[in-house]
């Protein structure tokens, strides 16, 4: 039995690689997804665009702190009257996005697409961008463009998003037109009563 033992010991030793090591997330149909060690708010960020990408809701999930809040942008809340928004938890946030992401085809996020404020310190920041997510789904890509305050935290020993607030959509930069929040399928969710 104790041969066996240092037998395992010497294999895990020389093949390489840690048993502590972070592990690349894979989806079903066996794409790697390479998420960053949440050790930077960009970083939480730049994780959480990739999620978007690959529709992969559990690496989302991981990047969302345990007290979470959701704020919507003026439009959004005038299109959806009456909705409780102060119940939009991490709870809630999890349940919406796997819905969303198990009901499209594809997206395509920037969530970075232009840098307006960021300013960290200690174990708190507020990073604000403008972001761009294009949703594939039936055949049609609906664009979304607006500008976001995302505050991050420190959650145990990880970085983690704790308030994503949609400010505003933006115009579409090829045709001026402008374009709604996320938040409208937030709200669409809602309405529909988290399902």
């Known amino acids: 039995m104790r041969l066996v033992l240092i037998g395992i010991l010497i ?3 020389f093949l390489g690689g840690c048993l502590f090591e972070p592990r690349v997330a894979a989806l079903p149909g066996g794409a790697d997804i390479n998420y960053l060690e949440q050790s930077d708010p960009e970083f939480v960020l730049a994780n959480l665009q990739s999620a978007f990408q690959h529709t992969d809701a559990s690496g989302y999930e991981r990047q969302i702190a345990e007290v979470f809040i959701y704020e919507p942008d003026s439009s959004t809340e005038a299109n959806y009257p009456g909705l409780d928004w102060e119940s939009w938890d991490r709870e809630m946030e999890i349940q919406f996005i796997t819905n969303f992401f198990n009901n499209v085809d594809g997206i395509s996020a920037d969530l970075t697409a232009e840098e307006l404020h960021t300013d960290w310190s200690g174990s708190l920041a507020e990073l604000r961008y403008v972001y761009a997510i294009e949703v594939e789904s039936g055949g049609s890509t609906v664009p979304y463009r607006a500008t976001a305050t995302l505050e991050f935290i420190v959650d145990g020993t990880f970085w983690k998003l ?4 949609d400010e505003n959509g933006e115009n579409d930069p090829e ?3 402008l374009l709604p929040t996320i938040g409208q399928r937030r709200g669409a969710f809602l309405a529909a009563g988290g399902s």
Do not use: M, P
């Open 175 to 177: 045709s001026g037109g």
């Open 162 to 165: 704790k308030r994503w607030t």
């Open 11 to 13: 294999a895990v030793t």
